[in-house]
């Protein structure tokens, strides 16, 4: 590995926020040990705690010099049963069952599932899986109104609010609830950095959430959350409709074949790469920190392969928000991401497909040039020039061993691009000529000690510094 002694961890780590770690002072230790971007989880949400947070982040960037980013998780159209007497009811192999979308304390003849239209989307056939796929039903009869009878296949204990999974059934949910769009809102009010998108089922459902974000005159770019089959199904469109993708393989490997999981999200990482688009890699990561102070040494691969297929971020939930070692946690992460990223140079200079799209390709072709040169040269480091963020999510995709260090006029930028693989980002608002801007941002990463005396650097990005455009130029330049 080139240049050790400045190196910086890659892959970037999403931590989420919850009773464990919303002090403050627990905040800045989850920053100083790693953490890249804070997710609020609004299927929990409280707006009090939650503008606490925010505010406590915001502050801690400014006290640390950080740019910690902050990702709104909606909870989307999640069904659920309803409240189940005695503290639960235990099915058996082959006992009946109603589910009646008419509200009424369950019992072992009858339970609540708030979903309307279930009698109508359900056939006869259709599997429901209760408690993340610990129980599974099929469909006997249906109503069409209010009632469908379903027989037990796998029993167990079921008790109450209990999540439902239909992996047969096309839902007709809304992909926005009303409560999602309260929490866009204030999502929106607050000016977070990332909105995530629960249960996607086609590229229409982020259109959809694309068009209230541009009707409130914001630009919060969207993660879509892969977590069931028609979302695989339609995955190329999603990903080109979204600016992320998360693999959140809790409800997706309850819907799927879990022996198919792995292969699945080698194949999203790929496709995201593909597209140039940043990919999260969510759930059980480290799940057994939630109670021990050290990970499984199935969960230290689980970790490292993620890091070997390629993804952006990897995403810790309760681990962090209500795990009793939120730090540690991090800590662990840490190391192994860059063990493997330090003795393992398989994982760098990824070749993809260009853009074929003419008013970009030009643009495309210079980004992976900067990554093809920087390889050559043996750089150190690729700059980058951008107000959008485009020069950044495109150089990343090349996934170059160099560091990529991004200067952008644009304030919402800084914490946005903090969840891109690789890319460190520096407020740059001059309006000087290519040469002197060059020769600013580099004086800038030598007194900062980023680069080194004799360390050769790839220039790359949009000029004049400020303008809408995409990259239009590529130096190569040899600190002095």
Partial sequence: MANKSIYRRRTKIVATVGPACSDKAVLSRLIKAGVNVFRLNFSYAVYDNLE??????????????????????????????????????????????????????????????????????????????????????????????????????????????????????????????????????????????????????????????????????????????????????????????????????????????????????????????????????????????????MPTRAEANDVANAVLDGADALMLSGE????????????????????VEQEVEGIYYREHAESADSEQSLSDSLCYLAGRAAKYVRAHGIVGLTRSGYTAYQVASYRPLCSVFIFTPNPRLLTRISLIWGVRAFFYDKQSGTNQTIDEVLSFLKNHKYIRKGDVVVNTGAMPVGSDGRANFLKISRIG
Avoid at 110 to 119: A, D, M, Q, S, T
Avoid at 321 to 337: N, W
Wanted: proline share 4%; with cysteine.
């Fill in 52 to 293: 606490r947070v925010i505010r406590d982040v915001r502050d801690l960037n400014r006290q640390l010099g950080a740019h910690t980013a902050l990702l709104g998780d909606l909870q989307g159209p999640k069904i659920r049963v309803g409240e189940i007497q005695n503290n639960g009811i235990t099915l058996r192999k082959g006992d009946k069952i109603l589910f009646t979308t008419v509200p009424c304390m369950g019992d072992a003849q009858h339970i609540y599932l708030n979903y309307k239209e279930f009698p109508l989307d359900v056939e006869e056939g259709d599997l429901v899986l209760l408690d993340d796929g610990k129980i599974k039903l099929e469909v006997l009869r249906s109503n069409r109104l209010d009632e469908v009878e379903l027989v037990t296949v796998y029993g167990g204990l079921l008790t109450s609010k209990k999540g439902v999974n239909l992996p047969n059934t096309k839902v007709s949910l809304p992909s926005l609830t009303e409560k999602d769009q309260r929490d866009l809102n204030f999502i929106l009010d607050h000016d977070l950095d990332w909105v995530a998108l629960s249960f996607v089922r086609s590229p229409n459902d982020v259109k959809e959430l694309r068009k209230r974000i541009q009707d409130r005159g914001k630009d919060t770019h969207i993660i879509s959350k892969i977590e069931k089959p028609a979302a695989v199904a339609e995955i190329d469109a999603i990903i080109a409709e979204s600016d992320g993708i998360m693999v959140a393989r809790g409800d997706l490997g309850v819907e799927y074949p879990i022996e198919k999981l792995p292969l699945i999200q080698k194949s999203i990482v790929k496709k995201c790469l593909n597209q140039c688009k940043p990919v999260i890699i969510a759930t059980q990561m480290m799940e057994s920190m939630i109670t021990q102070f």
């Fill in 320 to 339: 962090t928000s209500v795990g009793q070692h939120p730090v540690q946690v991090i800590e662990y992460m840490s190391r192994i991401i860059e063990t």
